[in-house]
């Protein structure tokens, strides 16, 4: 039997979810009992984010390491080169800084296997890796600028077509002809309000995204505040997803409940994608207020249902026959 989600329900299960999932975190060792070398480790650590034992995934189609030291390479000495491909996982065996290097100073050991084991600079490191974790890869899908570009054209495009054949079939539509439903339009705010947060991260504290992207977690006990409020918006709106696929399709015959869906998802697509570049911008902050309340308006305006038929429980806008079974409520 599959459970019936209300707004109340859905936040009960919001509370427990991020509840159960605090953790304190690692504790910091004593700066007395560190060594120089470990305590020069953290420094680095803090500043770049990652650290010998890392995990990088190499995401170039090929990526040049050499064998010797950096010392060598820069007095012009024969050195061996290996390639390192798209996919292969290489962990930092040995981080080192060269003051005499005015290309850059960091040089970076990887490693693939006991074999294939070098040094890059930094710099060429990390254009061509990234951190071997799928929200790392999941950030890297979505914050890639040219793929933003195409999916804002393919989501109004997409959008623009499924909203009209919908109109035209005069089906029901979040925000224009909607379902007496508050979950479809809690879905887009969250959906809106989740890409200005994202991208306001990225604009007003890139170091602490840099260190989200290297250290991924969906924890929100375990960020920062901002970082907190983004995942649990985040997580809000996974919530309130699986309570409007409910929801709709328990008020929408099949065909009709698939349409509606699909005019959902294309409006997300949109709202995410135009708040996530507006507010780049800094117009995303003056058009999510315009948003919010011009979709709490349109929300109020659509018509109610007062009640329910009598056979098979359907809501009815008034009385009569049952669009649905058929059967006449006086």
């Keep these: ?49 990652y650290t010998e034992g890392y995990n990088f995934q190499v995401r170039a189609d090929s990526l040049p390491i050499i064998r010797q030291l950096p010392a060598e390479a820069l007095i012009d000495m024969p050195v061996d080169t290996l390639q390192l491909y798209r996919k292969n996982v290489v962990v930092v065996a040995d981080i080192v800084t060269v003051p005499a290097d005015t290309i850059d100073s960091i040089w970076v050991k990887v490693a693939r296997d006991e074999e294939t084991l070098g040094w890059i600079h930094e710099s060429q490191l990390l254009t061509g890796v990234s951190p071997d974790d799928p929200i790392s890869a999941f950030i890297d899908f979505f914050s890639n600028a040219h793929l933003l570009i195409f999916l804002a054209i393919i989501a109004v495009t997409g959008a623009l077509y499924v909203l009209r054949r919908l109109m035209r079939r005069r089906a029901k539509i979040v925000h224009l002809n909607d379902i007496p439903s508050f979950y479809p339009t809690l879905l887009c705010l969250l959906v809106a309000t989740s890409a200005t947060l994202y991208s306001s991260i990225q604009l007003f504290d890139p170091e602490m995204w840099r260190h989200f992207y290297y250290h991924p977690t969906l924890n929100p006990y375990a960020v ?30 099949f065909g009709e409940a698939i349409l509606y869906l699909l005019g959902l998802v294309a409006t997300c697509a949109v709202v995410y994608v135009v708040f996530s570049v507006l507010t780049m911008y800094y117009v995303g902050y003056l058009l999510l207020p315009v948003y919010i309340v011009w979709a709490l308006r349109r929300y109020r305006r659509q018509p109610r249902s007062h009640y329910r038929c009598g056979h098979c429980g359907a809501e009815l806008q008034e009385k009569g026959h049952c669009p649905r079974c058929g059967a006449l409520n006086v």
């Design 224 to 253: 920062p505040f901002w970082l907190c409020v983004f995942l649990c918006s985040l997580w809000a709106a996974v919530l309130v997803a699986v309570a409007t696929l409910d929801d709709v399709r328990r008020r929408l015959p």
């Design 1 to 49: 039997m599959l459970m019936r989600f209300s707004l109340k329900n859905t936040i009960f299960l919001l509370l427990v979810l991020l509840t159960s999932c605090y953790n304190r975190g690692q504790q910091t060792p004593d700066a007395l009992s560190l060594s120089e070398a470990e305590i020069d480790s953290i420094s680095f650590y803090s500043t770049h984010h």
